[in-house]
């Protein structure tokens, strides 16, 4: 689904070249929860941005299926921003004069794609994601959970190959935060969704299939949940960045 390969990227402040992502590679399957953790300055945003290709990659490459995305020009990014990847941002980016089915419905209203399958899929979503009885309210009108419940289900409303999630639970209170993982499980499970999320906090980290760690821009240590339970898989997250920390 997406695979990362080599990938560098460099910033220039006067003469001086400042070096954030080392080499970075690894994968996401279709149908996989993953997580990027790391301290701040490790690369993790920059590597989310480097992926939606938000900020052009020095060397490397990305690709979205067989579609390499840093060969792309601005007008087919637009649309694979569009139609193919989805985001769910730390600040849900909700617009205020739209109901919530109406911010759900929104990017299919920027493509042009606006159909009753697709009103009927942003009520599927509202079911999925137990918002049906506040989607005629405004985001001024509901929780932060609920808003960024709103949030991934606008991002799933074009059929996404992908979803984008940047730090999805950095504003939100602990029921609120349990709340949106338990979104994005649904969407894994019951929508077929593949999830790349960059987060700080190992509590969401633990509901992931893989977690991959950078430290310093580069791939530091990757774990994979397998069988054990969330609980323990945090533990073995929290002792892997205790590990970073004392190196």
């Known amino acids: 689904m997406l695979t990362v390969e080599n990938l560098h990227k460099s910033y220039q402040t006067g003469k001086i070249s400042y070096e954030v992502l080392k080499g970075v590679s690894l994968t996401v399957g279709k149908g996989e929860f993953v997580a990027v953790?790391?301290?701040?300055?490790?690369?993790?945003?920059?590597?989310?941005?480097?992926?939606?290709?938000?900020?052009?990659?020095?060397?490397?490459?990305?690709?979205l299926g067989r579609t390499d995305l840093a060969s792309l020009d601005e007008d087919a990014l637009a649309e694979i921003r569009n139609r193919k990847l989805g985001f769910v941002f730390q600040d849900f980016l909700l617009l205020d004069g739209l109901t919530v089915r109406q911010n759900i419905l929104l990017p299919s209203i920027i493509g042009g794609l606006v159909s009753d399958a697709t009103e009927h899929r942003a009520d599927q979503l509202c079911e999925v994601f137990g918002i049906s009885g506040i989607r005629d309210k405004y985001p001024a009108e509901i929780s932060g959970g609920e808003k960024q419940r709103t949030a991934v289900a606008r991002a799933l409303i074009n059929h996404p190959l992908l979803i984008l999630a940047d730090e999805p639970t950095g504003n939100l209170d602990s029921k609120s935060t349990r709340a949106v993982i338990h979104s994005f499980e649904q969407a894994k499970n019951a929508l077929e969704a593949t999830i790349f999320m960059v987060t700080h906090d190992s509590y969401a980290a633990s509901f992931c299939d893989r977690v991959v760690i950078l430290q310093d821009g580069v791939v530091w240590r990757t774990l994979e949940k397998g069988t054990v339970g969330r609980e323990k898989f945090q533990d073995q997250l929290l002792d892997a960045i205790r590990e970073m920390g004392r190196e």
């Not at 790391?38 to 989310?48: A, E, F, N, V, Y």
């Not at 480097?50 to 490459?61: A, F, H, L």
Request: glycine share 14%; proline share 7%; with cysteine.
């Open 37 to 63: 953790m790391g301290p701040s300055g490790s690369g993790k945003t920059t590597l989310l941005n480097c992926i939606s290709c938000y900020i052009p990659v020095s060397s490397g490459s990305i690709r």
